[in-house]
């Protein structure tokens, strides 16, 4: 063998250790374990007193991360179901504000805590009768949106949260409003009307031609985007005018907007990568 050779004369004795004063278990244990690990207390799993007791330590439990997105409480359609009308909007007794609207077909089955889209803003219902129900407006709700500018006797497009049977008519639909806009042009063609809305710069990067928009949270398709004059338009055929409250509106009045929520998804999503 060479210099691979070696003797066992160099290495140290290990001291007697009589049978009867070590348990049968232990015995066993030092018959397995290789001549160099005879000396235990070089080895930090060995806990102390008992030299041969093994200490296992289970790895802690990451956090799980925070999401970035908030979750989605409430989803509609776009799909106006009935015209409202608004029989009060005011200051309540804890100096909130509310507003009250007459209805009949979104009060079937209606519950407390229960969403509606009012004109496209998701509202919860904190009070019902057999004809009405009242919503509660945050400060950010009335700077966002243009419920603002409601008065009693105004009609407002409303909409129940959807059900997992309900049918999706129109497309996702949030109820939470990303800005205003303001309509600036309505033409008539035929029995049909055309609508151009104008709104801010960082709206309408989201709003393409054939895309979904809600106006008012009525889900309508985009015909044309004009980026210079920051304005686009949309057509609404003679049913729709009769179901909701867009066309009922004069020029220079202001619609609340939700863009379709997958453009913005897709922009999350690339802007991660950089």
Same mark, same amino acid.
């Given at each position: /063998?060479?210099?691979?050779?070696? =003797? ?17 278990? $232990?015995?066993?244990? @030092? ?6 690990? @005879? ?5 930090s799993t060995i806990s102390k007193p008992n030299p041969f +007791?093994? !200490?296992?330590? $289970?790895? +802690? ?12 409480? &409430?989803?509609? !359609?776009?799909?106006?179901?009935? /015209?409202?009308? %608004? ?37 919860? %219902? ?12 945050s400060p950010e709700t009335l700077r966002k949106t243009s419920?603002?500018?409601? $008065?009693?006797? &105004? ?12 049918? /999706? ?22 029995? +049909? ?10 709206? @309408? $990067?989201?709003? %393409? ?11 309508? !398709? ?12 949309? /057509?609404?055929? &003679? ?6 409250? %867009? ?8 619609v609340n907007l939700e863009v379709d929520i997958l453009g ?7 802007? =991660?990568?950089?």
């Amino acid at each position: /063998m060479g210099a691979q050779s070696f =003797s066992l004369t160099f290495l140290p004795k290990t001291p007697k250790i009589s049978p009867s004063k070590i348990p049968t278990a $232990k015995l066993t244990i @030092l018959n397995l374990l290789p001549y160099k690990l @005879l000396n235990l207390n070089k080895f930090s799993t060995i806990s102390k007193p008992n030299p041969f +007791s093994l !200490t296992i330590t $289970k790895p +802690s439990k990451l956090p799980k991360p925070k999401s970035h997105f908030q979750p989605i409480r &409430s989803l509609f !359609t776009g799909i106006v179901e009935e /015209m409202g009308k %608004v029989q009060n909007l005011g200051d309540n007794k804890d100096g909130g504000v509310e507003l009250k609207i007459g209805a009949e077909t979104v009060l079937e089955g209606v519950n407390l805590g229960d969403s509606i889209a009012v004109n496209g803003t998701c509202l919860t %219902v904190t009070d019902f009768t057999n004809q009405d129900f009242t919503v509660g407006l945050s400060p950010e709700t009335l700077r966002k949106t243009s419920l603002i500018e409601l $008065k009693i006797g &105004s009609l407002v497009n409303l909409e129940r949260a959807v059900q997992p049977i309900s049918r /999706m008519g129109g497309h996702f639909v949030q109820g939470h409003v990303d800005g205003t806009g303001v309509i600036v042009e309505k033409v008539p063609e035929g029995d +049909s009307l055309w609508i151009k809305v104008k709104t801010e710069k960082g709206l @309408l $990067k989201y709003i %393409v031609p054939k895309g979904f928009i809600a106006v008012d949270g009525t889900s309508l !398709t985009v015909v044309d985007v004009f980026e210079e004059e920051g304005c686009f338009n949309f /057509m609404l055929v &003679s049913y729709t005018q009769q179901k909701i409250v %867009v066309p009922l509106k004069e020029v220079g009045q202001k619609v609340n907007l939700e863009v379709d929520i997958l453009g913005k998804y897709v922009e999350r999503l690339l802007s =991660s990568r950089c």
